[in-house]
């Protein structure tokens, strides 16, 4: 049985630092509109802010594509765009650090790793959407496509 979607959102844009805090802004204000209740609003916003940031971060291309789907008891958020071999490689390098663990093992970690700014490695990113917004993340590359999912659930896990 498909599960019976309740809202989404899609956009469309030139990957800009400009527009990650607008984009949060806009997404935080969605999600309050879509799920009234939910104490996990904020960071499911804010997992779509890091989603933000990174494909602006890594993209190599003018277009990066942002859907979100609310559904009754999760949210969907994906993000696609267009990044180089190098960049590639550090994402799925990164994700593979991130899902070594619990998700609260990696967020310390990457704690830690922020206080050392010598670490050359990006802050809390994909650890901060697994602990704070209890996101499962997952991905896709195909010819330096790179599609990301991340699914949080509306009501907040136990850490």
């Known amino acids: 049985m498909k599960e019976k979607q309740v809202s989404y959102i899609e956009l469309k844009f030139t990957p800009s630092w400009d527009y990650v805090l607008m984009g949060y802004s806009f997404i935080s204000g969605f999600l309050f509109s879509a799920i009234k209740d939910s104490l996990n609003n904020e960071s499911i916003a804010i997992a779509a802010m890091e989603l933000l940031s990174n494909a602006v971060s890594y ?86 496509r790179v599609h990301i999912t991340v699914i949080c659930p509306i009501e907040r896990k136990q850490k």
């Open 59 to 144: 993209s190599s291309r003018k277009d990066l594509f942002l859907k979100i789907d609310v559904y009754k008891k999760r949210v969907a958020i994906e993000v696609i765009n267009f990044s180089g071999s190098k960049n590639i490689e550090r994402l799925k390098q990164e994700i593979a650090e991130v899902k070594q663990g619990t998700p609260r093992e990696a967020y310390q970690k990457k704690c830690q790793d922020f206080k050392d700014a010598s670490s050359g490695k990006p802050p809390l990113g994909f650890s901060r959407i697994r602990y704070e917004g209890s996101g499962e993340i997952s991905y896709d590359i195909k010819n330096k």
